[in-house]
């Protein structure tokens, strides 16, 4: 799964300026560059317009230079974050844009779940790794995670962020903390509500989700874990479920 032609990316969607609602960078303005296509499909997934190939006609096929000039425009010219998400972003040749983008002072943060390494990782100001616990219905292989590590070589801000719905995903996460002590660790609640891929503004479960959300806290505290931070998705409990934000 990579761009129609060499260079070229599939977007589903751009927008912001608005904030980074979830990790380490929560609540950063931040205009997002949400690319199409994945190679996990996960029982839970947020974005599912952005991963289901049912929605492959609505993803556009742009140049870095079109991406550039749109998060441009999107910022007015003024830097700021620009987060690439998914879909699984990377498997998409992301190179070019971020080099485009450094080069008029701008910094890029990506999210992925660790199943593919791209050399232009070492290029990231932050790479976000999640891994996607038992409740997604996909297997961890970490022997690409840690090729993901490998391409990053050190340089950008690393962490590790989990989402976490019941006891079997909390056991995953200590054990995927255990594995990788040097990377902080963020925790974040499921959402259990998520929306179609046809829906752009669905309801959600707040009171379900905050629920979560105390037992997760509960949870970290109760065993010491004093090393891991618990947030929650800022965009969801500001918004629910509407795209775009």
């Not at 974050?81 to 070019?96: E, H, K």
Request: net charge negative; hydrophobic share 40%.
């Amino acid at each position: 799964m990579t761009g129609s032609r060499a260079g070229t990316i599939r977007v589903s969607e751009m927008f912001g300026p608005t904030i980074q609602g979830e990790g380490v960078l929560i609540g950063l303005p931040t205009v997002f560059v949400r690319t199409g296509g994945c190679d996990y499909r996960c029982s839970w997934c947020d974005s599912l317009h952005a991963v289901d190939s049912r929605y492959r006609d609505d993803w556009t096929p742009m140049t870095p230079e079109a991406v550039w000039d749109e998060v441009k425009r999107l910022s007015g010219g003024v830097p700021v974050t620009v987060s690439l998400s998914g879909g699984n972003p990377a498997i998409q040749p992301l190179g070019a844009l971020i080099k485009l983008g450094h080069q008029d002072g701008y910094r890029f943060a990506l999210e992925t779940q660790g199943s593919v390494a791209k050399d232009w990782f070492a290029d990231l100001d932050v790479l976000v790794l999640s891994p996607k616990p038992p409740s997604s219905g996909m297997d961890t292989d970490w022997t690409l995670f840690d090729r993901c590590l490998e391409a990053a070589g050190g340089r950008p801000q690393t962490v590790l962020k989990i989402v976490v719905f019941d006891e079997v995903d909390y056991a995953y996460v200590r054990d995927a903390a255990a594995r990788y002590p040097h990377l902080p660790v963020y925790l974040q609640p499921g959402n259990h509500t998520p929306p179609g891929g046809d829906e752009v503004d669905a309801g959600i479960d707040k009171d379900g989700i905050a629920e979560r959300m105390r037992w997760l806290v509960d949870r970290v505290t109760q065993d010491l874990w004093f090393g891991a931070r618990v947030l929650p998705q800022l965009h969801v409990l500001l918004w629910g479920n509407r795209r775009g934000v």
